[in-house]
């Protein structure tokens, strides 16, 4: 309780100490933990909420309250979104949103639904997910997969504004939920599989208006450096950071989209976000002009950047020159936590590349860079020494790289596969533990990168791998981990047979839930892990969980509706080159336990 | 097996060869020719080639790549489908090689209450397109039941002629 208590202290007190500042109805909002008005639940990205009507003991006893079809087979990401009385839920593609009236058991008081073309289904590699709608100031802000922002009356479903945010004829699509921040909406964009430039985007809040857009890869004055003022691993980056890391006009067509979540820290008015892999996967492709790596920066970077401006503060790259896509967009998680014996102003940040990483969220230092699961193998570790002139970076196992390997040529068993040891399904911060609770992939895979061509608006991949479930461990393909980001260490791990897909809520009941690829919702001990509550419900989990309080009573929630990435790769199960050729069925593919369809479940106590 | 199918190939179309072919297990197809590597039917649609101790000819090998590049990020591994496109493995059993180029080119869409799908135009895309036959055979091979999943184990030779085909196809010298 003390440690609870000290957290809502200095929350009360970021919001006091910049009057005017953050979004103030946001901060207002997120701080009543009887709603869920971001997709992350706080600026922070914390997904921890301080209801604690439903504990250890009782949880047992929970109840399916009411549910609800979408209507739609996609796979469902993201999480509904409560304000007052009343519940926003969106679906993938078309893109429904739904408001529900808590009061009459979730009677639709309004639904919209855009008209998009459907040319833009086969654009969005890996399914056609949405995770989410965010709210701020009477509007809910939804972002379409064609890139279409839209402001919609949170009362009445009318539409405010639209605008355009990219060009899904040129692969640029999106998936993300926006992040609403003083008078401004902030947006990512998706297709990095595609050759997208990637790029973060600001729109006036009230009319639509683009205010700033910052690239990710390009010129100084396009990617908003400032040479001498943008810092990376404690030194300014100098002029043409980007270009200078790429050959030729390769960032042109370079990845380093931004389709993950967004974080903000009001006291430095700083935002957080990830980048995603450079174009192509084939590494050789894009080695430097002497043939050797080169960075391509700011791809598979921490970026923060002032929200005003959108100039960056600081960056951090935490796989130069990619050679497995391993993705940075996971969620930054804002805390202030314990390193080495000093309270930090962390963020925290669990990477495809296995690397669960612990920065200074206002510097960008680097404190903590650990394994958050054994099995990863393609680096040795990151080099903390801040004289080593390879300071920062991760040192690349030479069997396990693909570059090194080479064009034509199988790598084999690479650890985690490209999916990583966790994507985009956020974890949860909980104070009164000081852990964080990780949903991870327990993958592994060969990969075999070739020569592609590119052309606009088609899939510029140029690599095949295989997954499978990494040897020599409990044969599942994941674990829901618990982590203490201060030392950089596993405190517990609970093994499950699906990758885990679906974002975790810590909870003031001593709880930690999340959702299995079979269905289940599951909630654990949050000193353990122990499983003390499961439920299976429609459809395989992709979507996080939520949690609100209505007429004084607490409810759980979350999105079944299994597709994704996860239901790409694992619905027809994984084989296993070392069982022989072509062995299968000594792994389950998720087909046999589950279908498609998207629906709501919503539990309470009886 | 291998070298009995190409030894057949090259006596070409005799009644006898046929014969012998249709005796054997599943692996090889009814009367098939071999040039530069490259099998195809009696009547000049693109096959596989597998051998008794399972090598597949290049092409099969290259479309295995190919598949899963262009390919698997909707239809899953192996031609085997996913929450978010149908598997191929059925649907190959019966498509004839110019429906499937025709899918391939021009892409396919289905818009109903219950459904949108969509299967994009791939005709310019030489990523897809220089391959197309390669990716034909390997699902064809998938389809017949004569591939087990998961990567080949054993392959031919890259052939002089896919070589020069596909520098040819991408333009270059």
């Given amino acids: ?106 009677k639709i008081l ?3 639904e855009p008209k998009q073309d459907p040319s833009v289904i086969p654009v969005m590699c890996c399914d056609t997910v949405y995770r989410g709608l965010a709210y701020a100031d009477g509007t809910v802000y939804h972002h379409q997969a064609d890139t279409t922002l839209v402001a919609l009356d949170a009362k009445t479903g009318k539409e405010k504004w639209k605008v355009v945010n990219g060009d899904p004829k040129k692969g640029e699509t999106n998936t993300a939920t926006v992040l609403p921040v ?52 404690g030194k300014p980056v100098g002029k043409d950071s980007s270009l200078k890391s790429w050959t030729g006009e390769q960032w042109k067509i370079g990845g380093g989209t931004a389709w993950g979540w967004f974080s903000y820290d009001p006291e430095t008015n700083l935002f957080f976000y990830g980048t995603a892999n450079p174009s192509t996967w084939n590494p050789v492709q894009r080695a430097g002009p002497d043939g050797k790596p080169i960075d391509q920066k700011w791809t598979m970077a921490i970026i923060a950047r002032d929200a005003d401006t959108g100039m960056a503060k600081w960056a951090y790259q935490m796989t130069p020159f990619d050679e497995w896509d391993y993705d940075g967009v996971n969620e930054m998680i804002l805390a202030d936590i314990t390193v080495a014996g000093q309270r930090r102003k962390a963020l925290v940040h669990f990477d495809r590349n296995g690397l ?18 054994p ?85 510029y991949v140029g690599a ?70 499961k439920f299976k419900t429609p459809s395989g989990i992709i979507g996080n969980v939520m949690t609100y309080s209505h007429n004084g009573k607490q409810h759980v929630a979350v999105l079944s509706g299994v597709g994704g990435w996860a239901g790409i790769g694992l619905a027809a199960g994984l084989t296993n080159p070392t069982d022989g050729l072509g062995a299968v069925g000594g792994y389950a593919g998720l087909r046999d336990y589950t279908a498609l369809g998207g629906a709501l479940t919503v539990f309470t106590l009886p | 097996m291998g070298l009995l199918v190409k030894r057949a190939g090259f006596a070409l179309a005799s009644v006898a060869a046929i014969g012998l072919l249709s005796n ?50 909707c239809h899953g591994p192996d031609g085997e489908g996913s929450t978010y496109a149908p598997g191929l493995i059925e649907s190959m059993k019966t498509q004839s090689y110019a429906d499937f180029m025709l899918v391939v080119a021009s892409g396919r869409e289905v818009i109903r209450a219950d459904k949108q799908s969509k299967m994009p135009a791939l005709g310019d895309n030489a990523n897809v397109m220089c391959y197309i036959d390669d990716i034909y055979v390997y699902l064809k091979a998938r389809a017949d039941g004569v591939l087990p999943r998961g990567r080949p184990a054993k392959r031919e030779e890259k052939p002089a002629a896919a070589e020069k085909h596909e520098k040819a196809c991408f333009g270059e010298k």
Wanted: with cysteine; hydrophobic share 35%; net charge neutral.
């Fill in chain 1, 182 to 233: 003083k008078d401004k909406i902030i947006v990512g964009i998706s297709g990095a599989e595609f050759g997208v430039r990637g790029h973060v985007t600001a729109y006036d809040a009230a009319t639509g208006r683009r205010a700033w857009r910052a690239y990710t890869l390009g010129p100084d004055s396009e990617i908003l450096f400032d040479p001498d003022k943008t810092m990376s691993l």
């Fill in chain 1, 1 to 106: 309780m003390h440690k609870y208590a000290l957290a809502g202290a200095s929350l009360v007190l970021i919001a006091s100490a910049t009057p005017g500042a953050a979004n103030q109805d946001v901060l207002q909002q997120s701080a009543k933990p009887e709603q869920w008005v971001l997709q992350t639940g706080d600026y922070a990205n914390q997904r921890y909420s301080k209801l604690d009507q439903i504990n250890r003991d009782n949880v047992k006893n929970l109840k399916v309250a009411w549910t609800f079809s979408t209507g739609v087979l996609r796979g469902h990401e993201g999480s509904p979104l409560v304000v007052g009385n009343i519940m926003y839920v969106h679906t993938p593609f078309p893109n429904i949103v739904y408001a529900l009236d808590l009061n009459e058991e979730g």
């Fill in chain 1, 356 to 373: 669960g990483y612990t920065l200074d969220r206002t510097t960008g230092e680097l404190l903590v860079a650990g394994k958050f699961d």
């Fill in chain 2, 24 to 73: 054997l297990p599943a692996g090889g197809q009814a009367a098939k020719k071999e040039k530069d590597g490259k099998w195809e039917t009696a009547d000049g649609t693109p096959t596989y080639n597998i051998g008794s101790d399972g090598t597949v000819d290049w092409y099969t090998f290259s479309g295995f790549r190919r598949y899963h590049s262009e390919c698997h990020t």
């Fill in chain 1, 110 to 112: 309004w639904k919209y």
């Fill in chain 1, 464 to 533: 095949t791998l295989s997954m499978f479930p990494a040897p020599g461990s409990h044969g599942g393909m994941g674990n829901f981990i618990a982590w203490d980001a201060g030392q950089g260490k596993i405190a517990w791990s609970k093994p499950e047979k699906f990758s885990v897909w679906s974002g975790a809520l810590a909870t003031a009941g001593g709880l930690v839930f999340y959702g299995t690829l079979e269905g289940y919702l599951k909630a654990v001990d949050e000193k353990d892990g122990r499983e003390l509550f």
């Fill in chain 1, 375 to 459: 099995t990863v193998n393609w680096t040795s570790g990151v080099v903390m020494d801040k004289s080593s002139p390879q300071y920062g970076r991760p040192q690349v196992v030479k069997e396990y790289s693909t570059f090194q390997t080479g064009q034509d040529k199988n790598t084999k068993g690479v650890c985690p596969a490209a999916l990583g040891t966790k994507d985009q399904q956020p974890a949860a911060f909980s104070p009164r533990t000081n852990l964080f609770y990780v949903p991870t992939n327990h993958v592994c895979m060969d990969y075999e990168p070739f020569r592609v061509s590119y052309t606009a608006g088609q899939p």
